[in-house]
């Protein structure tokens, strides 16, 4: 062999190196189907919409039946644990997410 013919062959093994790691680069955050911030806005949704049905049935049961605002509070007070309990679950499901795709990438990585 001369060399040359090493040089091309060592030419042809960079290409093919280079796009197979191109192959198996990890996608930047930004392709993702879900951002960060796209996420704290759907935790934050959650929490003001318990406050807001909260907030909405006990002004309602308070105009009906024309009590103090006891209803407006007490179910105010129910709809944030609500909505805190509903950002809990999602804070949840999205860790275990995480994990699951940083166990995957360590896998391939191994």
Do not use: C
Request: no cysteine; aromatic share 6%; charged share 25%.
């Amino acid at each position: 062999m001369s060399d040359d013919d090493q040089k091309q062959r060592l030419a042809q093994l960079e290409a093919k190196i280079a796009a197979a790691r191109e192959a198996v680069t990890p996608k930047s955050h930004k392709e993702e189907h879900y951002s960060q911030a796209q996420l704290a806005w759907r935790m934050v949704i959650e929490l003001v919409a318990g406050l807001g049905i909260g907030f909405g049935m006990g002004y309602g049961l308070d105009r009906l039946f024309g009590t103090l605002p006891i209803f407006l509070v007490l179910f105010t007070l129910l709809g944030l644990a609500a909505g805190v309990k509903v950002m809990l679950r999602s804070a949840e499901e999205i860790r275990k997410t995480t994990q699951a795709d940083a166990a995957a990438e360590d896998d391939k990585g191994n």
